[in-house]
C-alpha cells in the first residue's frame, strides 16, 4: 500500500509514527485511521462515485487529517520534551579496555 500523505513540515506522518511511538495501542489506532484516510482518498479518487459519498469520504477525510494531525503534534512536543530535558542523564562514551596490558 502506498504511503504519500504528507502532514507539517513535509514529515510523512508514518515515519513519524514509527519512530515516535509512546503506547502501542494508541499507535495502533493512529494507524488504523491512518489507513481509514488513505482508504478514503483512494476512494475519492474513483471517477464511478456518485458525488454525495465522494464528498462524504472527503469531509471525513480531513476530519481524520486535522485529528492525525493533532497527534502527532502531540507526540512531537513529548519528543522535544524529551530531547530537551536536563533529568536526562548525559551519555557517556563506552570504556572497551581494548589497549590495557593487565599490568
Known sequence: MKQSFM?????????????????????KNFEERLEKLETLGELIRKTDIPLDEALKAFEEGIRLARDLEKDLEKVESRI?????SSEAPPEEPAELDLFETGE
Open 7 to 27: 502532514f507539517k513540515g513535509g514529515v510523512m506522518a508514518r515515519t513519524i509514527a514509527k519512530t515516535s511511538a509512546g503506547k502501542s495501542g494508541s499507535m
Open 80 to 84: 522535544e520534551i524529551l530531547i530537551n
